[in-house]
């Protein structure tokens, strides 16, 4: 079975950067799609970026775009969230989730998730 851990969250002051990291630990018996959820406080949850580890598509939030970049290091199975130019509205609690079927949309529900990274970004 396979486990996602993040890592990377913490606190930073406004324009700053952070870079998360999402391991996952297990076999994928085919390659995944893998994404970068958020939620705030008495928000819903958004979809930030995703990424297909076959081919390296990438797809990203609204409000996220030209700010953020999700990438991939396949021989160690872990997805990055490189976060630029950081808002106070970034602050949320940051999941990263994975599924190996076919998808008809980046964001809909995904069925594998790690357990949470705080990000808080302070003006």
């Known amino acids: 079975q396979v486990h996602l851990v993040e890592s990377g969250g913490g606190s930073v002051q406004a324009g700053g950067s952070l870079r998360l990291s999402c391991a996952a630990s297990g076999y994928f018996y085919r390659s995944p799609y893998m994404a970068w959820f958020r939620q705030a406080p008495g928000k819903e949850r958004e979809g930030v970026a995703a990424i297909y580890i076959g081919n390296g598509a990438t797809a990203y939030g609204d409000s996220v775009k030209g700010r953020f970049t999700i990438s991939q290091d396949g021989a160690v199975n872990t997805v990055f969230l490189q976060m630029n130019s950081l808002k106070p509205e970034d602050s949320a609690m940051y999941f990263c989730?994975?599924?190996?079927?076919?998808?008809?949309?980046?964001?809909?529900?995904?069925?594998?998730w790690g357990q949470g990274t705080q990000v808080t970004v302070s003006s």
């Open positions: 989730a994975a599924d190996v079927g076919m998808r008809r949309s980046w964001f809909a529900e995904y069925p594998l």
